[in-house]
């Protein structure tokens, strides 16, 4: 069905009766990266830690074996353990590609359906374009910053649609909300 839609952008595939919009997971190159480091800095400190307990240097670089085993070398070790399950968590994360989706506007059926991987199962949501109020940008800029496109909804909480990623720039942010909300003939809100 959405393989005969033309494309319009990266954000998504258009026409008069559809709106498929994709949204990217957890494999990303940052994800991969952070991956990698905690994996790399979980086995060093392993490596320290058995060092320190075996007395002999596992380590390229440094002296751990210099380490008192208690409280040093045995502190090593469970920061070891730490970073090597998060690191089962963060690839577990990469490899299932949390978050990733789609969000489809059927006019024809009159239903949005978002559709997203979750960690042990796919979520699936399907509400009546009817009930859409408004298409809402919300930005918030600082420390944490946010930029999102979400639906608001009659009787319900407001619907994310953007994945979780960078920020987006707020032009383009613009665009999309603008798009979307002339395709589901709604008000766009926020900016």
Do not use: C
Request: hydrophobic share 45%.
């Amino acid at each position: 069905m959405s393989a005969d839609l033309p494309k319009i952008s990266s954000a998504g595939s258009i026409n008069e009766k559809f709106l498929e919009q994709k949204i990217e997971g957890s494999r990303k190159t940052s994800n991969y990266v952070i991956g990698s480091m905690v994996v790399i800095g979980g086995v060093g400190f392993l490596l320290a830690s058995l060092s320190s307990y075996q007395g002999k240097d596992f380590l390229p670089i440094g002296h751990p074996a210099t380490l008192i085993f208690v409280p040093q070398g045995l502190l090593m070790g469970i920061y070891g353990v730490a970073a090597i399950l998060l690191a089962i968590y963060l690839w577990t994360l990469i490899a299932v590609n949390f978050g990733a989706g789609i969000n489809l506007f059927n006019k024809e059926k009159g239903t949005l359906t978002v559709s997203r991987r979750g960690l042990f199962k796919k979520i699936e949501l399907e509400i009546p374009l009817k009930e859409v109020k408004a298409v809402k940008l919300e930005v918030r800029d600082g420390i944490n910053p946010l930029r999102r496109i979400t639906l608001r909804i009659k009787g319900r909480r407001d619907i994310p649609l953007s994945g979780v990623s960078q920020p987006k720039p707020l032009v383009q942010l613009e665009q999309e909300g603008a798009q979307l909300a002339r395709f589901l003939d709604v008000n766009l809100e926020g900016l």
